[in-house]
């Protein structure tokens, strides 16, 4: 579609807590999905917030599909035993750490299973999840659906 309206679109794949490589405002938009609610740790939210708002243009758009949740954690998690104690009922849901996902082996036709690692997610209340965006220069601009919402960089970062 862009070929056909001749449009230039970069598309980068990186470690958001490090995209050194990366010249300040560069973009005008980034699309982030579920990015973000696995940054557990706080000063890792904050590192993804702050290479987000440095590589983006003066005015560019963040479009976060950010997974937030009416029950979501919005206390500090700074420790690995923050995380052992929020991720604790998930932990407790699977009786582990690892949860069996089977899957269809499509070549050798069978059903084969794996053991899966949970990965911490930390979903937020929305309120909580925007005042991050807007603590770190971004201001929302629109919500779309249950979990999606634009961000326009406003000002300096903190």
């Not at 479009?63 to 604790?88: C, L």
């Not at 582990?96 to 990965?119: H, W």
């Not at 601009?141 to 999606?148: H, N, Q, T």
Request: hydrophobic share 35%; aromatic share 12%.
């Amino acid at each position: 579609m862009a070929v056909k309206k001749n449009l230039e679109i970069a598309f980068s794949i990186g470690n958001v807590l490090g995209l050194k490589e990366i010249r300040p405002e560069t973009f005008d938009i980034v699309f982030e999905s579920q990015c973000f609610h696995h940054m557990v740790y706080d000063r890792d939210l904050r590192q993804c917030f702050w290479e987000t708002f440095r590589i983006l243009k003066r005015g560019g758009m963040l479009i976060s599909k950010h997974a937030w949740s009416a029950n979501g954690f919005d206390g500090r998690i700074e420790t690995p035993e923050d995380v052992d104690q929020y991720m604790k009922p998930v932990y407790e849901q699977f009786h582990g750490r690892t949860y069996t996902q089977a899957y269809k082996d499509e070549k050798n036709g069978c059903l084969k299973t794996v053991e899966v690692d949970i990965i911490p997610a930390r979903t937020k209340s929305k309120e909580a999840a925007v005042r991050d965006f807007e603590s770190a220069g971004f201001r929302l601009m629109k919500v779309i659906g249950e979990s999606c919402a634009v961000f326009i960089k406003n000002g300096q970062s903190v």
